[in-house]
């Protein structure tokens, strides 16, 4: 009679970081609509030219820039006998961008991170698409290989010979269920220096499951 095997196999690589994309919005907001427009066009203009300036210099990969777009809002006045206050003009500008150069990229930061009307909203670190690919390649090898050792050892230990796949899925899905593991991600650090910010990416930790059903004699 054969003996049925299922088992998780894990494995994960750390690279160092190799871009940052950094998500920034320009808001500002006002009671004249024309007004708000023309200042966040007068906060975009600049940023822009100063992206496509590190672009040139090959510190920026690609960036992006949203149209100006305007709504309406009436905030609470605070007074539930006034209910809401005067209507407040809104104006917004959605900026990304993906830096290769760190030192740079800290430059950039410390630079509009104090200018009125502009939010760094976050950061998000990775190692390059196509390092990525190699990367998730070479670590879905390593977790079935972490597979096999593991079902190996449970068959040698009651005295069953080689095992044989039959089966190998994402994690979850052997029972039809998705229960795939989060993305990698990157948490990123930033300290505040005589010299100003300072950005300091770790390490991009790739990590890959994998569920894998085996038979042994």
Request: contains cysteine; charged residues 25%; hydrophobic residues 40%.
């Amino acid at each position: 009679m054969t003996l049925d095997i299922t088992v998780r196999g894990c494995a994960e690589q750390h690279h160092p970081a190799e871009r940052a994309i950094i998500s920034m919005a320009v808001a500002v907001e006002g009671p004249a609509k024309q007004e708000v427009f023309s200042r966040a066009l007068a906060i975009e203009e600049p940023l822009s030219a100063e992206l496509g300036d590190l672009e040139d210099r090959d510190a920026v990969r690609s960036w992006s820039v949203s149209q100006v777009r305007v709504f309406s809002r009436r905030p609470w006045d605070g007074d539930a006998d006034h209910g809401r206050g005067s209507t407040l003009h809104v104006a917004q500008v959605e900026v990304l961008a993906e830096f290769t150069d760190f030192e740079l990229l800290s430059s950039f930061v410390d630079h509009w991170s104090g200018a009125e009307g502009v939010e760094i909203n976050g950061i998000r670190w990775d190692v390059s698409a196509k390092n990525r690919s190699i990367h998730e390649t070479e670590v879905r090898r390593s977790a079935v290989d972490d597979a096999i050792a593991k079902a190996q050892i449970y068959a040698s230990a009651v005295r069953r010979g080689k095992v044989v796949a039959v089966q190998i899925a994402d994690p979850g899905m052997l029972d039809g269920v998705h229960d795939a593991p989060p993305a990698p991600y990157l948490v990123h650090s930033a300290e505040e220096t005589g010299r100003g910010l300072t950005i300091t990416p770790e390490e991009i930790v790739i990590r890959v499951e994998v569920d894998a059903k085996f038979v042994a004699d």
